[in-house]
């Protein structure tokens, strides 16, 4: 593992972080390296904390990887799709914590988790694919549909209209914001409430609600292979 993704884990706390110094962008070294911690925080059967670095989660998709063509976009976007797949019916509660700017399949990540923290201070969030010339995939739209509330809804997919922190709590992306100084201790927070629950009936709870929900992710990953998402 490079050291884009860093892995570490502490009393039954995993914390994931991801940090290429620049925009976090999302290229299959970064799928490969998140697969691999969650890999290590599931054998370990770790609360996950999900984290970018200081100012920033991710931008998104790596738009140079995106731009070598039909078949290189749709690998990356199959790779987006199956990682925010696996953190919703990960067996262990997965906290985001937004650490800054949260963009496009950055967001997507946000939405798969279980809680969602934002960092307060003039940061983005939000699903800009129509604004930079992206047809959103059906993952992303019944992600987005399943989290987003309906009021919401149209205005992230089809808008592309982006939030404050604050206004994301309202838009479906967050569930609490925190100051950036204190969201170390937000997510541990969370995360010791979370360790307060039987980790098999919150495992059968999570996937048994999300059944038909999951297949229907399946479905729409098997069917955007056959999609263009570039204008």
Same mark, same amino acid.
């Given at each position: $593992?490079?050291?884009?993704?860093? %892995?570490?884990?502490?009393?039954?706390?995993?914390?994931?972080?991801? *940090?290429?110094?620049? &925009?976090?962008?999302?290229?299959?070294?970064?799928?490969?390296?998140?697969?691999?911690?969650?890999?290590?925080? =599931?054998?370990?059967? @770790?609360?996950?904390?999900?984290?970018?670095?200081?100012?920033?989660? !991710?931008?998104?998709?790596?738009?140079?990887? $995106?731009?070598?063509?039909? +078949?290189?976009?749709?690998?990356?976007?199959?790779?987006? !799709?199956?990682?925010?797949?696996?953190?919703? @019916?990960?067996?262990?509660?997965?906290?985001?914590?937004?650490?800054?700017?949260?963009?496009?399949?950055?967001?997507?990540?946000?939405?798969?988790?279980?809680?969602?923290?934002?960092? *307060?201070?003039?940061? /983005?969030?939000?699903?800009? =694919?129509?604004?930079?010339?992206?047809?959103?995939?059906?993952?992303?739209?019944?992600?987005?549909? %399943?989290?987003?509330?309906?009021? %919401?809804?149209?205005?992230? &997919?089809?808008? @592309? +209209?982006?939030? !404050?922190?604050?206004?994301?709590?309202?838009?479906?992306? %967050? *569930?609490?914001?925190?100051?950036?100084?204190?969201? *170390?201790?937000? @997510?541990?927070? &969370?995360? /010791?409430?979370?360790?307060?629950?039987?980790?098999?009936?919150?495992?059968?709870?999570?996937?048994?609600?999300?059944?038909?929900?999951?297949?229907?992710?399946? =479905?729409?990953?098997? !069917?955007?292979?056959?999609?263009?998402?570039?204008?």
């Amino acid at each position: $593992m490079s050291n884009i993704v860093t %892995y570490s884990c502490k009393e039954g706390v995993a914390t994931i972080t991801m *940090d290429d110094g620049k &925009v976090n962008a999302l290229s299959h070294t970064v799928w490969d390296e998140l697969g691999d911690a969650f890999d290590k925080a =599931e054998a370990a059967n @770790a609360i996950v904390i999900l984290q970018g670095r200081p100012g920033l989660f !991710s931008g998104g998709f790596d738009l140079k990887e $995106m731009g070598k063509g039909p +078949e290189a976009a749709i690998a990356l976007t199959t790779r987006g !799709s199956e990682m925010a797949r696996r953190i919703l @019916a990960f067996p262990t509660p997965v906290i985001g914590v937004s650490t800054g700017h949260c963009i496009a399949m950055g967001a997507f990540l946000m939405l798969a988790c279980d809680f969602r923290i934002g960092a *307060d201070g003039e940061f /983005k969030t939000g699903l800009n =694919e129509t604004m930079i010339g992206m047809t959103m995939h059906n993952f992303g739209i019944e992600l987005a549909r %399943y989290r987003i509330p309906l009021n %919401y809804f149209h205005r992230a &997919v089809i808008n @592309a +209209e982006i939030w !404050s922190p604050d206004d994301a709590i309202s838009a479906g992306f %967050y *569930d609490k914001t925190a100051p950036v100084e204190h969201l *170390d201790e937000a @997510a541990l927070a &969370v995360a /010791k409430g979370f360790s307060q629950l039987n980790m098999t009936a919150f495992n059968g709870s999570k996937n048994k609600s999300r059944a038909a929900f999951l297949k229907l992710l399946d =479905e729409c990953i098997e !069917s955007d292979k056959a999609i263009s998402v570039t204008a």
